[in-house]
């Protein structure tokens, strides 16, 4: 630049009036994400909540993580049933821990969210997360699609 006419202190720009600092660099060290202050990142599901506990982890994760710090087997997820047209499959898995099984009683209409129940379900038997508290979810309720004719005429 300075075979261009620049010289130190000066700004650039056509009438050398830009910033005279050199842009300060921060380097990001957490694993956040590039999320703006008091913004809360959603991801999206289709419309189905997955409980997030123990410190906004998915249940998954938790119970694995679980599993490390108690130093025991890792959980075996399991599909128990799939059923349904292919358009509208319901899951159930279950997962075992420690050689003890743990059943969601309501299946899932896809199999993340089914795994994620029957974490949920042995978290709530390990005594991890509550049981009767806001972040208990029973899944979605699904209702059968009318009869009647699609089109009134």
Known sequence: ????????????????EGTVEPIVIDFKVDRKGLVA??????????????????????????LIELCNKKRIM??????VHHSGPDHRKSFLFKVTVNGVDYQPQT??????????????V??????EVPVDGPGLYTGPIF??????????T
């Open 37 to 62: 202050e008091g913004e809360k990142p959603q991801k999206q599901t289709g419309g189905l909540v997955v409980t997030k506990d123990l410190m906004g982890k998915h249940p998954v994760s938790a």
């Open 122 to 127: 042995a978290l709530q038997a390990l005594g």
């Open 74 to 79: 890792q959980p075996d997820f399991v599909m």
């Open 143 to 152: 209702t059968a699609a009318s009869t009647g004719p699609l089109f009134s």
């Open 1 to 16: 630049m300075r075979k261009m006419g620049w010289r130190t202190g000066e700004g650039l720009g056509r009438n050398r």
């Open 107 to 120: 299946a899932s209409p896809n199999k993340k969210h089914a795994k994620a129940m029957a974490a949920t």
